[in-house]
T-cell receptor, first 113, second 111 residues
Framework: DGGITQSPKYLFRKEGQNVTLSCEQN?????MYWYRQDPGQGLRLIYYSQIVNDFQKGDIAEGYSVSREKKESFPLTVTSAQKNPTAFYLCATRIEDRTDTQYFGPGTRLTVL | DAKTTQPTSMDCAEGRAANLPCNHSTISGNEYVYWYRQIHSQGPQYIIHGLKNNETNEMASLIITEDRKSSTLILPHATLRDTAVYYC????????????FGKGITLSVRP
């Protein structure tokens, strides 16, 4: 966290609605990531972006979409095509130094009613 | 296709060293061992990483066996705030590196 903000912290939506999760960073990191975490499980990679205007699918991209129009922002849209959207969503950035450390935001907990 | 295996849970007494093991028998030559931890309902936090030499920072020490098939994260003086899920991850570095988080090991520090 620190230089990464995710909003809102809790989000509720009705089944069949699209919803966009925000991720903003002021760390000046090129690479950004979206992960999903289900209860008692590890993190799974949804999408990642190495640079502005470019992004790649992760392991579970179906039902999600992203954009990377500027370096600071990497919003994630959970579409109605995502069958089980209720989860904890985490955004991360990666510093390009000898550690390649990823820094994580505080997360958004999405609940579909 | 998990690259690492960790026990499900362990506990230790406050003030004592916590030694968290990890097996990564299929690690390749250019892959690093990373450790992150996640306190409940927060984002993961980077702890340390290493290639083949032992590493130490202000948070922990990482001991990697000579054959690199296993490692141990050491928290020298565990506190109650160290209670968390600890993830051992094997990954390369650079633009295409991806972290694969398994279920991790739940460390409970008891008073």
């Amino acid at each position: 966290d620190g230089g990464i903000t995710q909003s809102p912290k809790y989000l509720f939506r009705k089944e069949g609605q699209n919803v966009t999760l925000s991720c903003e960073q002021n760390l000046n990191h090129d690479a950004m990531y979206w992960y999903r975490q289900d209860p008692g499980q590890g993190l799974r990679l949804i999408y990642y972006s190495q640079i502005v205007n470019d992004f790649q699918k992760g392991d579970i991209a179906e039902g999600y979409s992203v954009s990377r129009e500027k370096k600071e922002s990497f919003p994630l849209t959970v579409t109605s095509a995502q069958k089980n959207p209720t989860a904890f969503y985490l955004c991360a950035t990666r510093i390009e130094d000898r550690t390649d450390t990823q820094y994580f935001g505080p997360g958004t907990r999405l609940t579909v009613l | 296709d998990a690259k690492t295996t960790q026990p499900t849970s362990m506990d230790c007494a406050e003030g004592r060293a916590a030694n968290l093991p990890c097996n990564h028998s299929t690690i390749s030559g250019n892959e690093y061992v990373y450790w992150y931890r996640q306190i409940h309902s927060q984002g993961p936090q980077y702890i340390i990483h290493g290639l083949k030499n032992n590493e130490t920072n202000e948070m922990a020490s990482l001991i990697i066996t000579e054959d690199r098939k296993s490692s141990t994260l050491i928290l020298p003086h565990a506190t109650l705030r160290d209670t968390a899920v600890y993830y051992c991850i094997v990954a390369g570095t650079g633009a295409n590196s991806k972290l694969t988080f398994g279920k991790g090991i739940t460390l409970s520090v008891r008073p």
